[in-house]
């Protein structure tokens, strides 16, 4: 009895792990240093993402706010721009922001966001996505950002939808997570 109680604890012990590492794989993240831009990627419900820009910026971070991402709905104006609004609303100068509205994949938004860099003669780039996504982007911005000289560092956004520990236990954490496990799997494997 003894030994299955400690099989049964132990087995727990790995699955739990194995599921907070999952959370901490995607959640990447680098120490802050002062950069060109703040770049973030639009497509969070939340508003974690321009919230977690908007508040890197206040702190000087980054003397720029580069916003990324298309609407969702053609009829509607680029999921950028709102997040631009919402920065200016926070007391962000409009020139100090750069909008990129065309973008609607992640794989875009790094080819993007690295044509305006150059074009704007930023080098460094702090990115900020939701931590679930931050792995992926960090990938794709490095194959877009590599050969145009550009570097950047991961800041996940703090959003309070998803905690890398406890990803596993609701909605729509769990879904979010297994989605994204599937597109950087994809993206590893070169299916993407």
Do not use: C
């Not at 901490?24 to 974690?48: E, K, N, Q, R």
């Not at 919230?51 to 053609?74: C, N, R």
């Not at 956004?157 to 954490?173: H, K, L, V, Y």
């Amino acid at each position: 009895m003894r030994r299955f109680l400690l099989g049964f604890v132990l087995g727990v012990a790995t699955v739990l792990g194995g599921l907070v590492a999952i959370g901490h794989l995607l959640a990447v993240a680098d120490p802050l240093a002062p950069a060109d831009a703040i770049v973030a990627i639009s497509g969070d419900a939340s508003g974690a993402r321009v919230e977690t820009a908007i508040a890197l910026w206040k702190a000087h971070y980054a003397p720029v706010l580069l916003f990324s991402g298309a609407s969702s709905d053609p009829e509607s104006a680029p999921s950028a721009e709102l997040m631009k609004r919402e920065a200016v609303r926070a007391g962000v100068p409009a020139d100090a922001v750069i909008v990129e509205g065309a973008s609607t994949t992640t794989g875009e938004n790094a080819t993007r966001v690295a044509e305006v860099m150059r074009a704007q003669g930023l080098r460094t780039a702090i990115l900020v996505t939701s931590p679930y996504h931050q792995r992926r982007a960090a990938l794709l911005f490095s194959r877009a950002f590599a050969p145009a000289g550009l570097a950047f560092r991961n800041q996940p956004a703090d959003d309070p939808q998803w905690d890398a520990n406890t990803w596993w236990a609701r909605e729509p954490s769990r879904t979010l997570t297994m989605v994204e496990l599937a597109k950087l799997g994809a993206l590893i494997v070169g299916a993407t």
